[in-house]
């Protein structure tokens, strides 16, 4: 998996996925899977469960130990470097069983991810995440900063993961399943979150089942059935497919 630079404007493609393949073991999970997400763009990936969606953003991350493709972000391939490189690049991951420290406040958790402001390849400032923007972002958090994350409830937890990521300052977040397990409240300001960062200009390619969720947020979406690509367009057109919905997302 080899490594090079291209160049890279603002308005080009900021994640680029091509032949993207992926093991467990010797079962093959993920075939071909080819994808990108623009700046300022929500894209969602459905399936149903054990589709892929987790896979593909886990082998975007570097965090599969086999996997072959090419992987580019704001025109290096990454494909091949430690995770911690790719985050250090400015590609946010917020997985979906959390992993925040759970013995840690929120306040603490959100220190442990924070890095570097970060500026766009023209020069521009990009968004540069301070714990009392994240607070103003998500309310619950604001009022238990002192709180350890082990004494928090999953939909919370989850707020959590989310800010502590946006404290690295990335250009692009990878979300995995966010409204998995939590309550209709908690899913409509996840909903909300969603929009927000839009707005303040970070990407977001968003792993999900729920498409009355997804459909609120997501610009375009690509579909998986068995570990390949059987559906890419706008939202919209996939929320007017029934054919396609029943096909590959109804259970």
């Given amino acids: 998996m080899s490594q090079g630079t ?17 093991w467990y ?29 987790s896979t593909t953003l886990k082998s975007i991350m570097g965090l599969l130990r086999k996997y072959e493709g090419a992987v580019s972000f704001m025109g290096t391939r990454i494909d091949g470097m430690r995770p911690y490189q790719v985050a250090r690049r400015g590609l946010g ?15 603490e958790n959100l220190e442990a991810g924070r890095q570097d402001p ?8 990009a968004r540069n995440w301070t714990p009392e923007d994240l607070y103003e972002l998500f309310p619950n958090l604001a009022t238990m900063r002192e709180r350890r994350g082990g004494q928090m409830s999953g939909g919370e937890q989850q707020m959590l ?42 990407s977001v390619l968003l792993s999900e089942q729920n498409l ?20 890419a367009g706008a939202m919209a057109d996939l929320v007017q497919d029934e054919q396609a919905r029943r096909a590959y997302l109804e259970v």
């Fill in 161 to 202: 993961t989310i800010a502590r990521t946006l404290m690295g300052n990335p250009y692009m977040v990878l979300l995995d399943e966010p409204s998995e397990g939590v309550a209709p409240l908690i899913v409509e300001q996840m909903a909300h979150m969603i929009i927000e960062l839009k707005q303040r200009g970070v």
């Fill in 93 to 107: 991951y917020v997985p979906e069983d959390r992993r925040i420290f759970t013995d840690l406040t929120v306040r």
């Fill in 25 to 53: 073991g010797a079962a093959h999970i993920l075939f071909g899977i080819a994808l990108e997400v623009r700046r300022g763009e929500v894209v969602a990936l459905m399936g149903r469960n054990g589709a892929g969606k």
């Fill in 212 to 231: 009355p969720f997804a459909r609120l947020v997501s610009d375009r979406v690509y579909v998986l059935e068995q570990g390949e690509i059987k559906y």
């Fill in 6 to 22: 291209m160049r890279w404007d603002a308005g080009d493609v900021l994640l680029g996925v091509q032949n993207l393949n992926a």
């Fill in 118 to 125: 970060r500026r766009w390849p023209n020069g521009d400032e």
